[in-house]
């Protein structure tokens, strides 16, 4: 079985700082993972994914994210955070499961990124 | 623009009501999905289709109930609801199981 955790629940941060999100997932075959956004009233984005290749995936409005098997991570980051960054931040990953044949995606809780001014 | 729509947006309805929700996919994808968010809950997966044919329920009530007649449609049909049913109701889709979701912008569910 796989599983996603995002340790925070809420991270605030005060505007052009440095922000990093945490990651970590358990699964006992290969994965993909993704993170994506939610703003308010709105459904959920894809940031970016890492699928293979390089371990440092870059994504839209300046987000990266990098992959460590040894740790089992995926940290979202940004060097500097501007208030419409302001949301919520999902982790995702993508396994095969054991039945059936085809994977699936579970995501995590969650974490609520709010930006101070 | 994420091709995937739902209607309606908002949906007020009383417990002994039918009401339907709809997604629409114009992306080509073989897969659909209906999630609930609740405020303070993780995002649950609700069903899955494959190629029209489900794939996934996770254990959810029966009085919530899956339909979809193509590859572009989803509807959820929803009788005799509770108030704990009230949560923001997200249609995605994908071209594989495993690859990107694209989500709706979802239902706000409202259950009197």
């Known amino acids: 079985a796989q599983s996603v955790t995002q340790l925070d629940s809420q991270v605030p941060v005060f505007e052009e700082a440095p922000v990093e999100l945490r990651c970590n997932y358990s699964s006992s075959v290969s994965v993909y993972l993704f993170w994506y956004v939610q703003y308010p009233n709105q459904g959920l984005q894809l940031l970016l994914k890492?699928?293979?290749?390089?371990?440092l995936v870059k994504g839209i409005n300046g987000f990266e994210a990098e992959f460590n098997k040894s740790q089992t991570s995926f940290h979202l980051r940004k060097p500097s955070v501007h208030i419409s960054d302001t949301a919520e931040y999902f982790c995702?990953?993508?396994?095969?499961?054991?039945?059936?044949?085809?994977?699936?995606?579970?995501f995590g809780t969650g974490t609520k990124l709010q930006v101070i001014p | 623009e994420t091709g995937v729509t739902q209607t309606p947006r908002h949906l007020v309805m009383g417990m002994t009501n039918k009401k339907s929700l709809k997604c629409e996919q114009h992306?080509?994808?073989?897969?659909m999905y209906w999630y609930k968010q609740s405020a303070k809950k993780p995002l649950e997966l609700m069903f899955v289709y494959n190629f029209k044919e489900q794939t996934e329920n996770n254990s959810v009530p029966s009085r919530f109930s899956p339909e979809c007649p193509n590859s572009s449609h989803l509807f959820l049909h929803l009788h005799t609801l509770q108030p704990e049913d009230s949560a923001l109701y997200l249609c995605a889709s994908s071209q594989e199981s495993w690859d990107t979701q694209y989500f709706g912008p979802g239902t706000r569910l409202t259950v009197l």
């Open positions: 890492y699928l293979s290749g390089s371990t």
């Open positions: 995702a990953v993508s396994a095969t499961m054991n039945s059936g044949g085809y994977q699936k995606v579970t």
């Open positions: 992306l080509g994808h073989n897969a």
